[in-house]
């Protein structure tokens, strides 16, 4: 997978912008994405198969900022999207409604509204109910929805608990078995049609035979509705495909993935789908931070930043690791410290017990690997206005975000 930030003349770039050159004219906290990797993975999908026509949605959860998503729609990409306010963000990045897929368990009937005035391809459908009520809300503008069921092929990943979703006694999904029969209900719907089935079996997962698992499971699904007369044409298999969080990390590669996928697929006549998010864009972002203090309390040693978990959660949220390197490294011994944020929590930190290049209060890190679900899940808490953030493109780089203002954080607000 393309990352897009090294070291030259000793000094961190993305691309072929200085780091210290965005700090410089942006300030910090900020987040900065290499649209030259965000490009290169999501094409590594794209073409990663001559023998199996595939189409790529780009699961805006993981990073769904308007630039990000522009950048991807003007080469043709499609959309999975969660929530009437992410199909919103869609239609605004100039993305193609009828490339764009609805997942999730909790669609309201005014979000199903929205989508199918919009247009789009697929509803991933996750329970009898939804079924039901896509059906009603589409006889009532006299169209046929397109569906799709989500099922959950009951296989097991090791990732992190939080984000397993392909077992039986998770929230997702219809069981493959009992999907059977809705599937020869939703077929008789005046305002559906069948055309999928759809999976997703988690998020982070290494292990590619997992996917080749749930796509053998779901192939046999799709014979057994062949014999019950209803014909699949499209399989979406979901996202979830992990990344390396330490440099030295190996993981499975986006061509590895898709030539195990298209090695079950060939010759079937059927087009596979998928919902890529972390790994399009979780390696291509780093979150760039100013060092406010260095601080010694017994034994401990700490490096304090101006970024906070506000802007940045996942250490606390997930336990996850991520590198944090000096953007202009120093010479000397390095040095063992926790690196953590300004707010008022224990769980703000980025790293504990780190051995980093020495640090002086002024100088620049960056925290490596936050271009998925970093920006999405920060919030305002202790009322710091969120992070600007950063598109660069060679040597240039375009402000897609502005840093929000003590104004913003009061929006809306009012005093009785
Ligand atoms: C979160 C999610 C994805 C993307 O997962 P990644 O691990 O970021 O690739 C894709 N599809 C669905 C339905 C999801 O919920």
Do not use: W
């Not at 006299?142 to 069921?149: D, K, N, V």
């Not at 490596?368 to 710091?384: D, Q």
């Amino acid at each position: 997978m393309v990352r897009g930030f090294e070291y030259k003349r000793g000094q961190l770039h993305c691309e072929d912008l200085p780091l210290a050159e965005v700090a410089g004219r942006v300030g910090t906290p900020c987040y900065l994405y290499s649209a030259s990797a965000i490009v290169g993975n999501y094409e590594a999908y794209a073409q990663a198969c001559a023998r199996v026509p595939v189409s790529v949605h780009y699961s805006l959860k993981a990073n769904s900022s308007l630039g990000v998503l522009g950048l991807l729609a003007r080469r043709g990409a499609g959309f999975d999207i969660v929530s009437g306010g992410e199909l919103f963000r869609v239609l605004q990045a100039g993305g193609d409604p009828e490339r764009i897929v609805f997942s999730g368990v909790g669609k309201t009937s005014d979000e199903i509204d929205y989508a199918l005035g919009a247009g789009i391809a697929l509803f991933n459908c996750e329970s009898d109910a939804e079924v039901e009520l896509v059906n009603r809300r589409a006889c009532k503008r006299r169209l046929r929805a397109p569906i799709a069921l989500r099922v959950n092929p009951d296989v097991s990943v090791e990732t992190h608990p939080f984000i397993a979703t392909g077992l039986r006694e998770h929230k997702f999904g219809i069981d493959i078995v009992e999907a059977e029969e809705l599937y020869c209900r939703a077929a008789r719907m005046e305002g559906l049609v069948v055309k999928g089935v759809s999976c997703h079996i988690g998020s982070q997962i290494f292990d590619i035979q997992a996917f080749v698992e749930a796509l053998r499971k779901i192939l046999a699904l799709v014979e057994r509705l062949h014999g019950r007369g209803i014909s699949i044409r499209h399989l979406d298999l979901g996202g979830g495909l992990g990344v390396g969080y330490r440099r030295e990390d190996a993981s499975p590669t986006i061509d590895d993935y898709m030539q195990a996928l298209s090695r079950e697929l060939a010759g079937r006549g059927l087009h596979l789908m998928v919902e890529p998010g972390r790994s399009i864009v979780a390696q291509a972002g780093v979150l760039l931070a100013t060092v406010l203090y260095r601080k010694r309390s017994g034994a401990k040693e700490f490096v304090i930043l101006d970024a906070a978990m506000n802007d940045l959660i996942r250490p606390a949220l997930y336990e996850s690791y991520h590198d944090i390197i000096a953007v202009k490294p120093n010479q000397g011994p390095p040095v063992k410290a926790d690196i953590v944020g300004p707010v008022c929590e224990t769980g703000d930190f980025f790293a504990r017990d780190r051995e980093i290049t020495p640090v002086a209060p002024g100088d620049l890190v960056a925290v490596c690997t936050v271009g998925a679900y970093g920006f999405v899940l920060s919030s305002n808490y202790n009322s710091r206005p969120r992070a600007a953030e950063v598109l660069v493109d060679g040597a240039g780089f375009t402000v897609i975000r502005d840093r929000e203002t003590y104004a913003d954080l009061i929006r809306g607000e009012r005093t009785v």
